[in-house]
């Protein structure tokens, strides 16, 4: 590992990865053998060769790795992808590391939340201004089940184990050598433990399974982390937040665009599970502080309030505490209190109905603390209790719904027994709908299993609202949506199920827009939605208040980067100017994947690149997969990403303007990158004879689409192309080989293009000026860092189509020359040092990997896809490259 990988601050970053390297490799000599290390070691040597640019190495790297056993494969897979697992808890113990010097020197960090205060103080922002900026502030993690986190669980729980004891020995003086030995002995265990682990399960995950997945960074990391942001955003602002600026959403369960598993069923046993799960964290809590607020009547007076308080739940709860308590009466309430939780778990007599009867009784405690000397005896960890009450409620994430518009019109069919409903003209569908709730029509008998499950699910939202409060359910969201009849569909549907509460239909429905072509008719769908009679009367029962979400995956996969992105930012201005014109609050839902071809970007950038005015103090995205554990596995970690993204947030809809209005000229230069660059994908991707062939020979998709890490089927709809093969195993197969390309392929075509026509020099003042224009560059620039050419061209000779191939690598050195030169810069990550240092020490431990990939891909196929042994290493090859790469779909 050479030195000049790292400055002078990153030299513990050094020593953590060479201590939990050579750990390994001594696990590996204990588990495997001597001559199992040795190979190891030759190989990853090699691989460090080529990459310093000895020609001879890499034919000593084939002909190490091809041929060799299953059994000799399956190690080497799991060697490298277990030192992956070290370096990336390395590389974040070290951004908390990092993050608590800049803390202990009082150095404000870049983009945190004292730096964005710092600016618009500068800027001329007065207090009063972001205070009510915060009273209205709002931000919404929505985690999802996408099969994206190709890393078993059960070993991501080992990882953390691994970062907390390297987090103990961040300031290892502080270690006497006893307790630095015992930090090493538990991340040797823990290694050891996890090499003798399968790294994937056998079976395909449940729902259960993805939504524990969910849950455990929930309940395990979030809710421990609430207070401590929301008093950290309280001492940078210098006042009260009274009300929380976070809540968070899940799909996991509500999800059923695709996933036939996923239906009335899961979507009650998700609520249950979120409740019972928020209301056992509670109950801990409250025997906790039923432990510390020991104060008794004799020493400290107590709120009259307090005392009537225990009275009623006396009487109403007949629960009895003991008397060696009864001097002790904040005790004696927390007693009742855990009675009702308790309770509440089971729904007997006396439980909480909501979340705001216990915040009741914890603010009874807090007042009485408070009027009664009791900061720092008891009050600041009620404070802590009530945050996370006000934030999670009873329900802890609230439950996104999710179908696609074509089901609900199949639906509606059958019950107005109209056969060709769904190929209706829309404005005849609409129609039909408008009639069908204005008069309240029920329809046939939902006879048909698919209408009787849809009807169940609207049932299923009526008792989870009843049972679990109405912010147990979030959105329902309607996929592919086209036009009004969508949304009016989803109400017809609602009544004729009968979720009716005092007249109105309690649903908050978001159309998504997903391709390109409905991203660009958006403003005049959502007119025409805003402007319909009846979806007017139920937005004014929502408080005028309308979310519209917005796709990433298939407008990028229909059209390519950078026609997608311009697209949607199309979409954002003319939602906002709509939103505007019919006095409806407008709430932006970013639907983001992890990788930049699925939307994922730097979360302050993303937020900072939005048009002017797309951000006015709310802002709702998904996590997904593998980011999820990069963004919320540890607690400083998730910290710092909510600090970023709210604070990216108040900054954008502080300062309005901070995006920047770009200049007409650019509007039309982007116009035509947008159009030369989705031509060219179109060209590639969709019109080329051979292509669909060539990506499924040049990249593991046949591997992929056996993985059991997703309980959702890889197709949308049954078919062969690419139309029909979700956007999430698209991406993953190409990062798989690579070649990443739908994350750059056809940027330079229109990069080029928009040159030819305006001038390089427009383009370089919209790099230097806009920064939409400048977050597309760096984003493609990070793609384009981690594509290897001659790694892929390994791929693409399983497909023996090298006019293909050319093709494919002229337009990427088309790419890579012009984003280099608009960036004014000679390689692609001069600007980005950290993720530079980050590949270089990836890229020898990746390549391996791929060369045994293609030699194991070619035997499989030859085998006729028969050999079982070669299926599972290949599997572990692509577990092991994702994790590389730090990318799946």
């Given amino acids: 590992m050479k030195p000049a990988f790292f400055s002078e601050k990153d030299v513990p970053l050094r020593d953590d990865i060479r201590t939990l390297g050579s750990l390994l490799g001594n696990v590996i000599r204990d588990q495997e053998g001597d001559d199992a290390l040795a190979l190891v070691e030759t190989v990853r040597k090699t691989a460090r060769r080529r990459r310093d640019g000895e020609t001879a190495a890499g034919t000593e790297l084939q002909r190490l790795l091809t041929g060799l056993s299953a059994e000799r494969s399956g190690m080497l897979v799991r060697a490298f ?47 009063q201004d972001l205070s009510a900026i915060l009273a209205r502030l709002l931000v919404e993690p929505v985690f999802t089940a996408h099969p994206t986190e190709a890393i078993r669980r059960t070993l991501l729980v080992k990882e953390q184990r691994i970062a907390r004891a390297l987090v103990d020995r961040i300031e290892p003086e502080r270690l006497v050598p006893r307790e630095n030995r015992a930090c090493l002995a538990r991340i040797r265990e823990e290694l050891a433990i996890a090499w003798q682990t399968e790294e994937h399960a056998h079976t395909r995950p449940t729902v259960a399974d993805e ?4 849950l455990f960074f929930l309940a395990d990391v979030i809710y421990r982390i609430v207070p401590a942001f929301h008093e950290h955003l309280e001492e940078t602002c210098g006042h009260a937040v009274p009300r929380p600026v976070l809540r968070f959403n899940s799909w996991v369960g509500g999800d059923m ?20 799960l928020i209301v056992q964290r509670y109950l801990t809590e409250v025997r906790q502080l039923f432990d510390a607020l020991s104060q008794s009547r004799s020493r400290v007076a107590v709120d009259a309030a307090v005392l009537d308080r225990i009275e009623r739940y006396e009487e109403e709860l007949d629960a009895a505490v003991p008397v060696r308590y009864h001097d002790m009466p904040y005790r004696v309430l927390l007693w009742h209190i855990s009675v009702r939780l308790e309770r509440s778990l089971s729904d007997q007599d006396g439980a909480y109905t909501s979340g705001d009867g216990l915040l009741d009784d914890l603010r009874l405690i807090e007042s009485s603390l408070r009027s009664h000397r009791g900061t720092g005896a008891g009050l600041h960890r009620i404070r802590r209790l ?36 769904p190929s209706l003209p829309a404005v005849s569908r609409a129609e039909h709908l408008r009639r069908m709730i204005v008069e309240k029509a029920r329809g046939q008998p939902a006879e048909d299993d698919e209408a009787a499950r849809s009807l169940d699910v609207f049932q299923a939202i009526g008792e989870g609202r009843s049972r679990f409060g109405a912010e147990s359910i979030g959105l329902y969201i309607i996929s592919m949506a086209q036009g009004p009849d969508d949304v009016l569909a989803v109400l017809a549907l609602a009544q004729v199920a009968g979720l009716v509460e005092e007249g109105q239909i309690p649903l908050d429905v978001a159309p998504l827009f997903e391709t390109v072509a409905d991203l660009r008719n958006c403003r005049e769908t959502f007119e025409a939605l805003l402007q319909d009679p009846v979806y007017s009367g139920h937005l004014d029962g929502r408080g005028r208040r309308q979310t519209v979400v917005l ?8 059209s390519g980067l950078a026609a997608s992105r311009w697209a949607l930012y199309r979409a954002q201005q003319d939602l906002v100017a709509a939103a505007r014109q019919h006095g409806v609050e407008l ?13 994922g970007s730097k979360p302050r950038a993303a937020v900072m690149a939005a048009p002017p005015g797309a951000v006015d103090g709310r802002l709702r995205v998904t996590e997904q997969g593998e980011i999820i554990f990069a963004k919320y596995g540890l607690r400083d970690i998730a910290l710092r990403t909510l600090e970023l993204t709210v604070g990216a947030v108040i900054e954008a809809t502080a300062d309005l303007s901070c ?33 669909f062939d060539f990506f499924r020979q040049a990249t593991p998709i046949d591997v992929i689409e056996r993985l059991t890490i997703g309980s959702r089927p890889s197709r949308r709809r049954a078919g062969r192309g690419v139309e029909d093969l979700r956007a999430i195993p698209w991406v993953f197969a190409w990062t798989q080989s690579r070649l990443i390309l739908p994350g750059w392929y056809g940027v330079g075509s229109g990069l080029k293009a928009a040159a030819e026509r305006f001038g390089e020099e427009t383009l370089r003042a919209m790099a230097a000026r806009w920064p939409f224009f400048s977050v597309l560059l760096g984003d493609v620039a990070m793609v384009l860092a981690k594509t290897d050419a001659g790694i892929a061209r390994r791929y693409a000779d399983l497909a023996a189509d090298p006019a293909m191939q050319k093709r494919i690598e002229a337009e990427l050195e088309l790419t890579e020359r012009l984003v280099c030169e608009l960036q004014s810069c000679e390689g692609l990550l001069d600007n980005e040092p950290v993720l530079r240092r980050a590949l270089l020490l990836r890229n020898p431990y990746v390549d391996p990997m791929s060369y045994l990939q293609v030699d194991l891909l070619r035997r499989w196929r030859t085998s006729g896809r028969s050999d079982d042994g070669l299926l599972r290493v290949l599997m572990a090859t692509v577990r092991g490259i994702a994790r590389g790469m730090q990318n799946t779909g």
């Avoid at 665009?257 to 019972?276: C, F, K, M, Q, Y």
């Avoid at 994430?397 to 409903?421: K, M, P, S, T, Y």
């Fill in 211 to 214: 939504r524990e997945h969910v």
């Fill in 587 to 599: 709430t932006l839902f970013h639907g983001r994947g992890g990788s930049i071809s699925r939307g």
């Fill in 81 to 127: 992808s277990a030192f992956f697992g070290a370096m990336n808890m390395c590389e974040r113990v070290h951004r908390i590391r990092r993050r608590r010097a800049a803390m202990r020197e009082a150095r404000v960090q870049s983009g945190g939340l004292a730096a964005v205060f710092e600016r618009l103080a500068q800027r001329g922002h007065a207090r």
């Fill in 551 to 558: 796709g990433y995956s298939d407008s990028a996969k229909d």
């Fill in 659 to 691: 995006a920047g209005e770009p200049e007409p000229a650019w509007l039309e230069a982007m116009d035509e990158v947008a159009r030369a660059s989705r031509q060219e994908w179109r060209s590639l991707v969709y019109e080329t004879p051979g292509f």
């Fill in 386 to 421: 009530a945050r996370r009450v006000q934030t999670f409620g009873f329900f802890l994430a609230a439950l996104d719904i999710r179908q696609d518009a074509e089901v609900h019109r199949r639906v509606v069919g059958c019950l107005l027994a109209v056969d060709d409903f």
């Fill in 257 to 276: 665009d695709g996933n036939p598993a996923v239906d009335a069923d899961t979507i009650r046993a998700s609520l249950r599970r979120h409740r019972e």
